[in-house]
């Protein structure tokens, strides 16, 4: 059965730290991970990547595919207490029509 | 404008009843989805229509019923609720099928079950 797990399930940090937020999966025929944030409501949409795109930066957040490992990073740098949320990992597979979400990781930023 | 707008944002009911939620997208997405959202916020995904056509309907008790009148909305009706209904119903669209494509969510629907 097609899996993503994340990991730390929660965290917290201080304001200027660096995090690194994991995420692995099993899934046949990968197409696609994509990262999303949740604060109050609706996930919002942070990066996708695919074979064809394996690294994405966004200002201080970036992250990294990589498909030997099934894994992928999101690392936020010089974190600030608006980065406090949960972060969703989803995987689509070819073929399967749907995005597979792991359990999220909520992280707290204290100031 | 709002991409992907769900009514209500809350809803409050008892046991038994029958409730509905309204989605709408104005992305021109021909992909909409339903996910549940538990108390531990693990998202799973419940339907998902392509221009109106049922494509994935992932064990969801009969009670669910999904309904595409156009690929623009997803309504979702739930007869005789139950307790363990309670939730946040996320409505989702796609530009298409076959997981190239980020979703984009609603506000999301908070369901209470008395």
Redesign the interface.
């Known amino acids: 059965e097609d899996k993503v797990v994340q990991s730390p399930l929660s965290l917290v940090v201080h304001e200027g730290d660096t995090v690194t937020l994991n995420c692995s999966y099993e899934v046949t025929n990968f197409?696609?991970l994509?990262w999303?944030k949740?604060e109050k409501?609706?996930?919002?949409?942070l990066f996708?990547l695919?074979s064809s795109g394996i690294e994405k930066k966004s200002g201080r957040l970036s992250s990294i595919l990589d498909k030997k490992e099934l894994s992928s990073i999101l690392n936020i740098t010089a974190t600030q207490t608006g980065d406090s949320a949960?972060y969703?990992c989803?995987v689509?597979?070819?073929?399967?029509?749907?995005?597979?979400?792991g359990?999220?990781t909520?992280l707290k930023v204290l100031a | 404008d709002t991409a992907v707008s769900q009514t209500p944002k809350y809803l409050v009911t008892q046991m038994g009843n029958d409730k509905s939620i309204k989605c709408e997208q104005n992305l021109g997405h021909d992909t909409m989805y339903w996910y549940k959202q538990d108390s531990k916020k693990f998202l799973k995904i419940m339907f998902s229509y392509n221009n109106k056509e049922l494509i994935i309907n992932e064990t969801v008790p009969n009670r669910f019923s999904p309904k595409s009148p156009d690929k623009a909305h997803l309504n979702l009706h739930i007869n005789s609720l139950e307790l363990g209904d309670s939730a946040v119903y996320f409505c989702a669209s796609s530009q298409s099928l076959g997981g190239g494509e980020k979703l984009f969510f609603g506000s999301g629907t908070q369901l209470s079950v008395l």
């Open positions: 197409r696609s994509l999303y949740q409501k609706a996930p919002t949409f996708m695919t949960i969703l989803a689509a597979a070819s073929g399967t029509y749907k995005y597979i979400f359990t999220g909520r």
